[in-house]
Protein backbone atom coordinates (compact mmCIF):
# COMPACT_ATOMS: atom_id res chain seq x y z
CA UNK A 1 0.00 0.00 0.00
CA UNK A 2 2.77 2.27 1.12
CA UNK A 3 4.79 1.76 -2.38
CA UNK A 4 1.50 2.50 -4.22
CA UNK A 5 1.32 5.47 -2.32
CA UNK A 6 4.21 6.84 -3.98
CA UNK A 7 4.49 10.15 -6.46
CA UNK A 8 3.72 8.99 -9.73
CA UNK A 9 6.27 8.72 -12.56
CA UNK A 10 6.32 11.95 -14.24
CA UNK A 11 6.62 9.96 -17.88
CA UNK A 12 7.50 12.90 -19.71
CA UNK A 13 9.78 11.61 -22.12
CA UNK A 14 8.75 8.55 -24.56
CA UNK A 15 12.09 7.73 -26.16
CA UNK A 16 12.74 6.93 -22.56
CA UNK A 17 9.71 4.57 -22.56
CA UNK A 18 8.92 5.42 -19.46
CA UNK A 19 5.81 3.76 -17.64
CA UNK A 20 5.09 3.58 -13.78
CA UNK A 21 5.71 -0.02 -11.99
CA UNK A 22 2.85 -0.50 -9.73
CA UNK A 23 3.07 -0.98 -6.04
CA UNK A 24 1.27 -4.67 -6.46
CA UNK A 25 4.21 -5.41 -9.16
CA UNK A 26 7.07 -3.42 -7.00
CA UNK A 27 6.54 -5.68 -3.99
CA UNK A 28 5.52 -8.87 -5.89
CA UNK A 29 8.90 -8.50 -7.57
CA UNK A 30 10.76 -7.53 -4.55
CA UNK A 31 9.22 -10.65 -2.71
CA UNK A 32 10.37 -13.02 -5.29
CA UNK A 33 14.09 -11.74 -5.38
CA UNK A 34 14.13 -12.34 -1.49
CA UNK A 35 12.63 -15.61 -2.12
CA UNK A 36 15.28 -16.66 -4.19
CA UNK A 37 17.83 -15.40 -1.52
CA UNK A 38 19.19 -12.33 -3.76
CA UNK A 39 18.13 -9.37 -1.70
CA UNK A 40 19.04 -9.39 2.18
CA UNK A 41 19.68 -6.30 4.44
CA UNK A 42 23.80 -6.39 4.03
CA UNK A 43 22.63 -6.33 0.18
CA UNK A 44 24.24 -3.05 -1.40
CA UNK A 45 21.60 -2.86 -4.64
CA UNK A 46 21.47 -0.41 -7.53
CA UNK A 47 18.44 0.01 -9.95
CA UNK A 48 19.20 0.66 -13.51
CA UNK A 49 16.45 3.34 -14.91
CA UNK A 50 14.86 3.74 -11.93
CA UNK A 51 11.96 5.69 -12.39
CA UNK A 52 10.36 7.40 -9.20
CA UNK A 53 12.24 4.64 -7.23
CA UNK A 54 9.51 2.42 -6.11
CA UNK A 55 11.49 -0.90 -6.87
CA UNK A 56 14.37 0.70 -4.49
CA UNK A 57 12.40 2.42 -1.77
CA UNK A 58 10.84 -0.78 -1.72
CA UNK A 59 13.77 -2.61 -0.93
CA UNK A 60 14.51 -0.16 1.34
CA UNK A 61 11.37 -0.36 3.14
CA UNK A 62 12.35 -3.90 3.54
CA UNK A 63 15.82 -3.30 5.24
CA UNK A 64 18.14 -3.31 2.74
CA UNK A 65 20.61 -0.45 3.94
CA UNK A 66 22.49 0.40 0.40
CA UNK A 67 20.47 1.19 -2.34
CA UNK A 68 21.76 3.50 -5.36
CA UNK A 69 18.79 4.80 -7.95
CA UNK A 70 20.00 5.33 -11.33
CA UNK A 71 17.76 7.20 -13.60
CA UNK A 72 18.61 9.47 -16.75
CA UNK A 73 15.31 12.16 -16.10
CA UNK A 74 15.84 15.35 -14.09
CA UNK A 75 12.24 15.30 -13.73
CA UNK A 76 11.96 11.48 -12.58
CA UNK A 77 15.05 12.19 -10.23
CA UNK A 78 12.88 14.95 -8.64
CA UNK A 79 10.21 12.60 -8.08
CA UNK A 80 12.24 9.59 -6.96
CA UNK A 81 13.44 12.17 -4.05
CA UNK A 82 9.95 12.88 -3.21
CA UNK A 83 9.54 9.30 -2.88
CA UNK A 84 12.65 8.63 -0.79
CA UNK A 85 11.39 11.72 1.52
CA UNK A 86 7.63 10.13 1.84
CA UNK A 87 8.90 6.42 2.24
CA UNK A 88 11.31 7.73 5.31
CA UNK A 89 14.39 5.86 3.30
CA UNK A 90 16.52 8.80 2.67
CA UNK A 91 19.55 7.39 4.78
CA UNK A 92 19.63 4.03 2.70
CA UNK A 93 18.89 5.25 -0.61
CA UNK A 94 20.89 7.52 -2.84
CA UNK A 95 19.96 8.67 -6.28
CA UNK A 96 22.29 8.88 -9.42
CA UNK A 97 20.68 11.10 -11.69
CA UNK A 98 22.52 9.93 -15.12
CA UNK A 99 22.63 7.81 -17.99
CA UNK A 100 22.87 4.19 -18.51
CA UNK A 101 26.15 4.41 -20.26
CA UNK A 102 29.68 2.82 -20.86
CA UNK A 103 30.83 5.31 -18.10
CA UNK A 104 28.67 4.11 -15.64
CA UNK A 105 30.59 1.62 -12.88
CA UNK A 106 28.30 -0.34 -10.69
CA UNK A 107 31.18 -2.81 -9.69
CA UNK A 108 30.57 -2.77 -6.10
CA UNK A 109 26.98 -3.69 -6.31
CA UNK A 110 25.33 -6.98 -5.12
CA UNK A 111 22.60 -6.56 -6.82
CA UNK A 112 21.27 -5.22 -10.14
CA UNK A 113 17.85 -4.58 -10.22
CA UNK A 114 16.10 -3.23 -13.65
CA UNK A 115 13.34 -2.03 -15.48
CA UNK A 116 15.01 -0.72 -18.79
CA UNK A 117 13.28 1.02 -22.35
CA UNK A 118 12.07 -2.24 -23.98
CA UNK A 119 12.94 -1.17 -27.35
CA UNK A 120 9.21 -0.43 -28.54
CA UNK A 121 10.56 3.39 -29.55
CA UNK A 122 14.16 3.08 -29.99
CA UNK A 123 15.63 -0.53 -30.74
CA UNK A 124 18.07 -1.92 -28.57
CA UNK A 125 17.56 0.82 -26.22
CA UNK A 126 17.97 -1.39 -23.65
CA UNK A 127 21.83 -2.42 -24.63
CA UNK A 128 23.33 0.05 -22.48
CA UNK A 129 21.09 -1.38 -19.43
CA UNK A 130 21.97 -5.09 -20.42
CA UNK A 131 25.61 -4.27 -20.81
CA UNK A 132 26.08 -2.37 -17.67
CA UNK A 133 24.51 -5.26 -15.55
CA UNK A 134 27.21 -8.09 -17.59
CA UNK A 135 30.11 -5.81 -16.62
CA UNK A 136 28.91 -5.53 -13.14
CA UNK A 137 28.95 -9.40 -12.45
CA UNK A 138 26.65 -8.87 -9.87
CA UNK A 139 23.17 -11.56 -10.11
CA UNK A 140 20.97 -9.07 -11.52
CA UNK A 141 16.55 -9.21 -12.22
CA UNK A 142 15.31 -7.65 -15.15
CA UNK A 143 11.77 -6.66 -16.07
CA UNK A 144 11.42 -7.03 -19.56
CA UNK A 145 8.92 -7.41 -22.75
CA UNK A 146 7.57 -11.28 -22.16
CA UNK A 147 7.83 -11.90 -25.57
CA UNK A 148 11.73 -10.86 -25.80
CA UNK A 149 13.60 -13.78 -27.21
CA UNK A 150 16.85 -11.70 -27.04
CA UNK A 151 17.73 -11.80 -23.34
CA UNK A 152 18.72 -15.48 -22.62
CA UNK A 153 20.89 -15.27 -26.23
CA UNK A 154 22.81 -11.68 -25.15
CA UNK A 155 23.83 -13.50 -21.63
CA UNK A 156 24.43 -17.16 -22.23
CA UNK A 157 26.90 -15.51 -25.27
CA UNK A 158 29.35 -14.18 -22.08
CA UNK A 159 28.60 -17.09 -19.91
CA UNK A 160 25.77 -16.08 -17.86
CA UNK A 161 22.45 -18.18 -16.69
CA UNK A 162 19.20 -16.26 -17.84
CA UNK A 163 16.20 -17.67 -16.31
CA UNK A 164 12.65 -16.24 -16.72
CA UNK A 165 10.49 -16.78 -13.33
CA UNK A 166 7.85 -15.13 -13.97
CA UNK A 167 5.17 -13.23 -16.06
CA UNK A 168 2.49 -10.49 -15.17
CA UNK A 169 0.33 -8.37 -16.78
CA UNK A 170 1.51 -4.16 -17.10
CA UNK A 171 -0.66 -1.53 -16.81
CA UNK A 172 -0.08 1.13 -19.71
CA UNK A 173 -1.97 4.13 -19.03
CA UNK A 174 -2.83 6.35 -22.13
CA UNK A 175 0.69 8.68 -21.03
CA UNK A 176 1.58 9.68 -24.38
CA UNK A 177 -0.11 10.81 -27.27
CA UNK A 178 0.49 8.18 -29.80
CA UNK A 179 -1.49 6.26 -27.39
CA UNK A 180 -5.06 5.29 -28.60
CA UNK A 181 -6.81 3.90 -26.02
CA UNK A 182 -6.91 5.31 -22.34
CA UNK A 183 -5.84 2.37 -20.69
CA UNK A 184 -3.95 -0.83 -22.12
CA UNK A 185 -1.81 -3.64 -20.76
CA UNK A 186 1.25 -5.58 -21.91
CA UNK A 187 3.04 -8.49 -20.56
CA UNK A 188 6.38 -8.14 -18.61
CA UNK A 189 8.35 -10.67 -18.23
CA UNK A 190 10.90 -11.50 -14.74
CA UNK A 191 14.47 -12.72 -15.84
CA UNK A 192 16.80 -13.95 -13.23
CA UNK A 193 21.09 -12.87 -14.46
CA UNK A 194 23.85 -14.99 -12.47
CA UNK A 195 27.09 -14.15 -13.44
CA UNK A 196 29.59 -16.94 -14.44
CA UNK A 197 30.60 -18.81 -11.26
CA UNK A 198 27.00 -18.39 -9.37
CA UNK A 199 24.38 -20.61 -9.08
Not at 40 to 60: F, P, Q, R, T, Y
Request: charged share 20%; hydrophobic share 40%.
Amino acid sequence: MLLSSLPPHPCGNVELEQYSTSGDIAASWLAQIIAFGDLSEDSSIVDLGAGNGILGVGAALMGVSQVVLVEADEEACSVAFQSIEQAGVSDSVEIICKSVDGSLDVSGADLIISNPPWGTQKVKSDRPFLEAIIRSNAISHLMHSAEATHIEAIFESVGWNAEKYWETDFALPAAYSHHSSRQGKTRAGFWRLLPPGHS
